[in-house]
């Protein structure tokens, strides 16, 4: 096990409002250990950010302890907590009129004495980290030209440039596309183990968390902080305890959600089960209220058979052949509906004009 880098016993977060406390979470004990990647699950309003703060600083706890490589942290002076932590927050709106460089550049703040100079290896690292994010081909651009993704990206990239050991990060993919997302993530976990940092984020992509972290804090209201990997977190059965709601199931082996369409009617399905076409029409089917099955004799089918086609049957015979899975849901549910008329007057004897 690595070693520890911050430690809370018994911690109480919230404000003070009036002289009067107003706390958010309490009780909280848990370890971040060093060179790892921890995130902080947990639904909106549960204390996430207010815990964030606290770890960080920027607010005092209302109780309990906060460990940083085993001193208390208010036995810290500021610059000396600058030089041990760099912190990215969600809002970086107010920054304008500078360039990405110079932003960026900001970090080595802590190092570069009264005048704040860069010197040549200052810039270079400046550099370095403006590659690493991803954010070259801009860093000449004023941070008012740039979509909030880029902005956080540069922000990133400010942080890792105050080359401190802690990084702690409020919600640093939430203005992110998809594949930037899952490409942040992977680069922060990278960033944990090539360079030796401890990374200690917020977040509410579970899925992307579970896959990439190394340990996960888990905090709700009523439940409190449950912490550990994700995989012994999921072996548990803690994952589903916090988060599974109704329509939502955990896949355990993949570490991730899926929801659970209700369905109303059913349709035999046949064809070539280990296809990918045959897999993808029984989930557009489940997301269209139609469950397939496969174990019952019915007038209407749809054959799969693996070959790029999607094939409708009635009564035995073919009546639509398409090549996407948009056509198949456009005629299947009438013809469903059509059948099933047809059975209930044939059943009570009644003409087509009845």
Known sequence: ???????IKGLVTGY??????????????????????????????AGKSTLLRTLAGFQPALGGTIEIDGMDIKSYKSKDLARLISVVLTDNSGIKNMTVSDVVAMGRAPYTGFWGKLKEADKVYVDKCIDWVGISEFKYRKMQTLSDGERQKVMIAKAIAQDTPIIFMDEPTAYLDYPSKIQMMLLLHRLAKSLHK????????????LQVADNIWMLDKDKGLTTGSPEDLTALGMIEEYFNRDGITYDREHCTFTIAHETSREVVVKGNKDSLEYKLCCKALIRNGIMPVDDREDPVKVMVPGDGTYRLIENGEEIYNVNRIEYLLGTIVPTIVKNQISAIREAANMTQFE
């Not at 096990?1 to 430690?7: F, L, S």
């Not at 250990?33 to 995130?39: M, N, R």
């Open 1 to 7: 096990m690595d070693k520890t880098a911050i430690e």
């Open 16 to 45: 003070k409002d009036n002289k009067e406390k107003k706390i958010i979470s309490e009780n909280l004990s848990a370890t971040i250990y060093s060179h790892e990647l921890t995130c902080l699950l947990g639904p909106n309003g």
């Open 198 to 209: 401890t990374i200690f984020l917020s977040t509410h992509d579970l899925e992307h968390a």
